[in-house]
T-cell receptor, first 117, second 112 residues
């Protein structure tokens, strides 16, 4: 099973709402990622978790709050978003190490298409 | 920030034609990855390259890791309609674990 599962598939929220995006993988990967992608643009890294600890935050606004409850789950909590935050939010996972400092393959989920009204 | 120059930006081809796209950088990368993305879906990994000069195939797809470690290309032979999508190259530097640098993408359209 090489699948990263994201829910919900679509989400519409107002600027005062609080919502959460969920991601799950069962590939035994110990690195998990959140990316943001605008239409026809490349994905942009937001957060990286390694061994359930936040290792990279790409200066993301605090209205996005990531959480990694265990090695299989990754959440992204959303609060007071702006219309410009509307985008496809992608979760990804990968192995860590295997003798390489870097260069692990990332596997992406199908994403959550978020619209902020 | 780090840039990957991916070309062409878009391609319109006839079914059965071969396709070639490439990515270049001014910096060295330790890993090159090629992804394909369909509308409304996440990127799907096509090929991963780890060594300079490495040539790897996956069905009708062939990709190479440039000798200088600053470029990579992807070829698709005998294109079919389901090859339609956006193709992204991505590179990872040894000092930036967990951070992929993506190219801007090549939008491929295949006419039957």
């Amino acid at each position: 099973d090489t699948e990263v599962t994201q829910t919900p598939k679509h989400l519409v929220m107002g600027m005062t709402n609080k919502k959460s995006l969920k991601c799950e993988q069962h590939m035994g990967h110990r690195a998990m990622y959140w990316y943001k992608q605008k239409a026809k643009k490349p994905p942009e890294l937001m957060f990286v978790y390694s061994y359930e600890k936040l290792s990279i935050n790409e200066s993301v606004p605090s209205r996005f709050s990531p959480e990694c409850p265990n090695s299989s789950l990754l959440n992204l909590h959303l609060h007071a978003l702006q219309p410009e935050d509307s985008a496809l939010y992608l979760c990804a996972s990968s192995h860590i190490g295997r003798g390489r400092v870097a260069g692990e393959k990332l596997f992406f989920g199908s994403g959550t298409q978020l619209s902020v009204l | 920030g780090q840039q990957l120059n991916q070309s062409p930006q878009s391609m319109f081809i006839q079914e059965g034609e071969d396709v070639s796209m490439n990515c270049t950088s001014s910096s060295i990368f330790n890993t090159w990855l090629w992804y394909k993305q369909d509308p409304g879906e996440g990127p799907v990994l096509l090929i991963a390259l780890y060594k300079a000069g490495e040539l790897t195939s996956n069905g009708r797809l062939t990709a190479q890791f440039g000798i200088t470690r600053k470029d990579s290309f992807l070829n698709i032979s005998a294109s079919i309609p389901s090859d339609v999508g956006i193709y992204f190259c991505a590179g990872q530097r040894g000092t930036s674990y967990g951070k992929l640098t993506f190219g801007q993408g090549t939008i491929l359209t295949v006419h039957p």
